[in-house]
C-alpha cells in the first residue's frame, strides 16, 4: 500500500526538475569559496530576503548554531520562547557550543512574546552577577501554536526593542516562506527587521538538504566561520544547492507560491477533523481549551489535534489505514501537509482518521496524557 505521510514537511522527494539540476550543478570547492552553484544560492536568498549575503548550511538546526556563534558570545544570553525549536530541539547546542543561556518566555496562542515581557527579559549590564543579553529570537512560523505566522509589525515592535538595547533579532525561519505566503507579505518586509534569518529548503519547499542563513556581510563572515568550526564546511555543494535554486525560483517555476495549496489542503483537512466525535482540539497553546478542533486556528501546512483515546493505539490503526501522522508534544497528534500530498489523498486521510477513531474505541481515555 501506498502509504500517506504526513508525519512532516521534511519527508518530500526532489521534484525531476530538481534532479535534472543537482545532475547538471556546476561544482567547486565550496570551503575554498569557489563552488559556482552554492555562490549562486547564496545571493539570490540574500536578495530575496534584502540581505547583504547568505550562507548555505546543512540544516536548520546548524543555521541557528552558526548565526548564534556569529552573534553571541560565551557567557551571553538570548532570550527566545519556551517552545522555540531552538531552545527545545536543537540538542542545547547554545549551551554546549556556544557557551550561552536561554532566558525563555511563554509563547501566547499566536505565536508571540509579550513586549513588556520581552523588555523585562533584559539583564542589567552593571550587575557582575546577571549574564549579559545578547541576543533575541523568534520563531516564524511558530510550530507548538499550530504554525502560527508572525507578523512583520510584530517583528518590527520585537527588532526596535532589542536593537534600542544594542541587541540582535534572529529569526529561526525554518517556515519563513509559509509565513511569508500566508501573510501574504514581501519576503523583505518580513525580514527586514531582523539581523538574520534562516530558513529551511529541507521542509516545505521540498529539498532534499538544506537551509540558508542571511545577514549583513559582517556576520555571515563570523558565521561561515562558526560552520567551519562545527564540521559543516562542505565541498562540491553544489550538487544539493542546485535543488534550493530551483526551490527559490519566481511564480510556478519554484516552490514557494504553491506553499497555498498546502495551506489550502490543511485547512480542508481542519475542516473535516471538526466535524469527528472523538477528535479534541489539540489544547495549550496550539488551541487553549478542550473542544472541537477550530479550523481557523490552521493559517499555515500543520494540523494539531487531540485524540479522545489512546494516542499510540490511534496513531497504529491509522498506520494500518495507510497514513502516517506524527506524534507531538502536549498528547498531541500533528498533520504537516506538503508538496507530496494531493486534495484526493486529503480525503483519503479524513476517511482513514473516522476509520481508526472507530477501531479503537475510547475505553482507554488518555487525551490528556502529555507526551
Ligand atoms: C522551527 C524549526 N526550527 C528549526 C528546525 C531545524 O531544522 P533541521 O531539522 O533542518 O535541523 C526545525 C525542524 O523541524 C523547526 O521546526
Redesign the pocket.
Known amino acids: 500500500m501506498d502509504m500517506i505521510d504526513l508525519r512532516s514537511d ?1 519527508v518530500t522527494q526532489p521534484t525531476p526538475e530538481m534532479r535534472r539540476a543537482m545532475a547538471a550543478a556546476e561544482v567547486g570547492d565550496d570551503v575554498l569559496g569557489d563552488d559556482p552553484t552554492v555562490i549562486a544560492l547564496e545571493e539570490r536568498a540574500a536578495e530575496l530576503l534584502g540581505k547583504e549575503a547568505g550562507l548555505f548550511v546543512a ?3 546548524m543555521g ?1 548554531l552558526v548565526a548564534q556563534l556569529a552573534l553571541l558570545g560565551r557567557g551571553q544570553e538570548t532570550i527566545a520562547g519556551r517552545q522555540h ?1 531552538m531552545v527545545l530541539d536543537e540538542a542545547a547546542g547554545h549551551a554546549v557550543i556556544v557557551g550561552t543561556s536561554i532566558r525563555t518566555l511563554e509563547e501566547r496562542p499566536d505565536g508571540t512574546l509579550d513586549l513588556d515581557e520581552i523588555r523585562d527579559a533584559f539583564r542589567d549590564p552593571t550587575d557582575p552577577h546577571e549574564p549579559i543579553t545578547g541576543l533575541v529570537t523568534l ?1 516564524n512560523t511558530h ?1 507548538h501554536s499550530m504554525g502560527q505566522p508572525i507578523s512583520s509589525a510584530y517583528t518590527a515592535a520585537v527588532a526596535a526593542i532589542a536593537h534600542e538595547r544594542g541587541v540582535p533579532l534572529h529569526l ?1 525561519g ?2 519563513f516562506w509559509n509565513a511569508v505566503v500566508a501573510l501574504g507579505v514581501a519576503p523583505t518586509e518580513l525580514a527586514g527587521p531582523a539581523d538574520t534569518v534562516t530558513f ?1 529548503l ?1 521542509k516545505g519547499l521540498g529539498c532534499p538538504v538544506g ?1 540558508v542563513l542571511v545577514g549583513s556581510r559582517d556576520v555571515i563572515w563570523r558565521a561561515r566561520r562558526g560552520r567551519k568550526l562545527v564540521g559543516g564546511g562542505m565541498r562540491q555543494a553544489g550538487i544539493i544547492a542546485a535543488a534550493g535554486l530551483v526551490a527559490l525560483r519566481d511564480g510556478d517555476a519554484g516552490m514557494i507560491e504553491r506553499l497555498a495549496e498546502d495551506h489550502a489542503t490543511a485547512r480542508r483537512l481542519a475542516e473535516a477533523l471538526a466535524g469527528i466525535p472523538g477528535l479534541l482540539s489539540p489544547g495549550d497553546i496550539a488551541q487553549p481549551g478542550d473542544g472541537p478542533l477550530d479550523p481557523n486556528r490552521v493559517r499555515t501546512n500543520f494540523v494539531l489535534f487531540r485524540v479522545d483515546r489512546d494516542r499510540t493505539a490511534f496513531l497504529d490503526a491509522l498506520r494500518s489505514e495507510g497514513v502516517l501522522l506524527e506524534r507531538f508534544p502536549h498528547g498531541q497528534v500533528r498533520a504537516a501537509t506538503h508538496v507530496g500530498i494531493s486534495a484526493a489523498e486529503i480525503e483519503r486521510t479524513i476517511e482513514a482518521i473516522g476509520a481508526a477513531l472507530r477501531a479503537t474505541g475510547r475505553d482507554a481515555v488518555t487525551a490528556a496524557t502529555p507526551a
Open positions: 521534511t540544516s536548520g538546526t541557528n525549536h520563531e510550530a529561526d525554518a517556515r529551511c529541507s537551509s
